[in-house]
């Protein structure tokens, strides 16, 4: 069976600081990998989406990235964190861009 | 540019009372649209999806292009709905959420 994996599981950062955070697929191949950030109020916003290794699509300006090293590894970074980064960010994959299933999340305090 | 509009942030309803939660999107193209779960202390999860056109815990829900709706129903509200329902929207392999709407059951 397919499971989602999505690390750490809480994080507390100081501004200015770099960010990486990890979510890993396992039981399939190719999935579409998502990142959104979940903040009370807004709902889910899509951050990045990717339907293969290398090809990253963002939808919203900021400075987050992301990046797909490998088939099943879905990266979000930041090189500088900002107070406005703070939020609980979820990883998802599909399969081809059917019914999403999600991780557990990171909630990311930026202090 | 697509977008999911759930205007209610919260609703509350009480128990065996219908639920009605509603969703509007929009979208030039054929959409797909999706209901989304979160429970207490549980992952996200997906509850419906109108091309299945099921019934899943008592819940429907009829995409309506007409009214570009696709509202969530139940005739009767148990306790154990109370979570947090996200509307959702694929536009080819893109998933866009609404801002959701809590449903609280009243005992």
């Known amino acids: ?111 | 540019a697509q977008r999911v509009t759930q205007p209610e942030k919260l609703l509350s309803v009480f128990k065996g009372a219908p639920v009605e939660l509603k969703c509007n999107y929009s979208y030039s193209g054929s959409p797909e649209l999706f209901w989304y779960v979160q429970y207490s202390r549980q992952r996200l999860q997906l509850l419906l999806r109108h091309i299945s056109r099921e019934s899943i815990k008592g819940f429907t829900a009829d995409l309506n292009k007409g009214e570009t709706s696709f509202h969530l129903k139940k005739p009767f509200a148990q306790e154990e709905d109370s979570a947090m329902y996200y509307c959702a929207l694929r536009s080819d392999d893109k998933i866009i959420f609404g801002k959701g709407t809590r449903l609280h059951i009243l005992p």
Do not use: M
Request: aromatic fraction near 12%.
């Open chain 1, 1 to 111: 069976s397919q499971t989602i994996h999505q690390w750490p599981a809480t994080l507390v950062q100081p501004v200015g600081s770099p960010l990486s955070l990890e979510c890993t697929v396992e039981g399939t191949s190719n999935p579409n990998l998502y990142w959104y950030r979940q903040a009370a109020g807004r709902g889910l916003q899509l951050l990045f989406y990717s339907v293969g290794i290398g090809q990253i699509s963002s939808e919203v300006p900021q400075n987050l990235s992301a990046s797909r090293p490998q088939d099943r590894q879905f990266i979000l970074s930041s090189k500088k964190l900002l107070l406005s980064d703070s939020g609980f960010y979820l990883c998802a994959w599909s399969w081809l861009g059917e019914k999403l299933f999600f991780g557990s999340g990171t909630q990311l305090s930026v202090l």
